[in-house]
């Protein structure tokens, strides 16, 4: 994994990726289109007891300035495309919204495009991931693919599909790809020359299925995960992001992150709830 890269973007992908060759990021820039997402609505309040345990944040610039301490030492992966809501009929119509040069100034570990693969703005989203790679060689600066499917696509979560996408992304020269999991991800990971970080997706039924899908994941080739709403929407965030750091990083089984979760769950891991979260709000966050 990265043997061809120079020192200063090594440097840089070594606070994203840990010494065992895993990484667990922490995805919380879903406001960059879905604004106060419901578990992220008070995005400092919300990572407080999360971040201890995490390689790298995924966020947008504004809540990196905003909700975290300058002393944080893991990695910052920062959201660069963007320019749409999810009042639009779709979401793939981005532009970029981060320079390099300005990501590089907050001390970016590195930044993350999305393309859209298929939809009606695939060619755009493309030029996003290229510009953005141009760009950013000129800093050192690692970039993130997200190989992201919008709300018409998001059912076409399979091994075909997902290998088109992460497969263009690494023939742009992206330097991690992020993808969903899917039956037969060996696949999927076995025809993208990049590492791969799988997204969590919307809020699955259980602890298990979350845990399963991380130990999958690595099992077929995943370097880690960049999860989203099944930790923060969760009920005890802090519990099952250690649950989530143990398949990672301490190789537990499915079963065995599972005791962990359960012996966590109680009043300190529990989520501060503040706001009326209805049907519509958790509808909305499971768009894509
Ligand atoms: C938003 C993203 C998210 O970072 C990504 O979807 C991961 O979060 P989740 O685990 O909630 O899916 O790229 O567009």
Redesign the pocket.
């Known amino acids: 994994m990265f043997e061809h890269t120079s020192w200063g973007k090594l440097s840089r992908l070594r606070r994203i990726v840990a010494n065992d060759g895993r990484s667990l990021m922490l995805?919380i820039?879903?406001g960059y289109?879905m604004g106060p997402t419901h578990g992220m609505e008070r995005p400092a309040e919300a990572i407080a007891d999360l971040v201890p345990h995490i390689d790298s944040l995924?966020l947008s610039p504004g809540i990196l300035t905003s909700c975290v301490d300058p002393a944080f030492k893991g990695g910052i992966v920062l959201r660069a495309s963007g320019g749409n809501s999810i009042l639009e009929d779709d979401i793939d119509n981005e532009g970029l919204i981060l320079s390099a040069r300005e990501a590089n100034r907050l001390n970016a570990s590195a930044i993350?495009v999305?393309i859209y693969i298929g939809a009606d703005h695939q060619h755009q989203s493309l030029l996003n991931l290229a510009n953005a790679i141009n760009e950013a060689a000129q800093f050192d600066l690692p970039v993130l693919a997200?190989t992201?499917v919008g709300k018409k696509l998001k059912d076409k979560k399979e091994k075909r599909y997902l290998s088109l996408s992460s497969r263009i992304a690494a023939e742009y020269g992206a330097d991690i790809v992020?993808t969903y999991y899917c039956e037969g991800f060996e696949e999927v990971v076995a025809k993208t020359p990049a590492p791969i970080v799988v997204?969590?997706?919307?809020k699955l039924d259980t602890y298990h299925d979350v845990l399963e899908l991380c130990y999958n994941s690595i099992q077929a080739g995943a370097i880690g995960v960049?999860?989203?709403?099944?930790i923060w929407q969760s009920d005890y965030p802090s519990a099952i992001i250690q649950g989530v750091k143990g398949v990672l990083h301490e190789n537990l089984t499915v079963k065995e992150a599972l005791e962990l979760v359960d012996g966590l769950i109680g009043d300190a891991t529990r989520r501060k709830s503040k706001f009326e979260v209805t049907e519509e709000d958790i509808k909305t966050s499971a768009i894509?």
């Open positions: 995805a820039d879903h289109f995924m993350a999305s997200v992201a992020k997204a969590g997706g919307p960049d999860m989203g709403r099944n894509h």
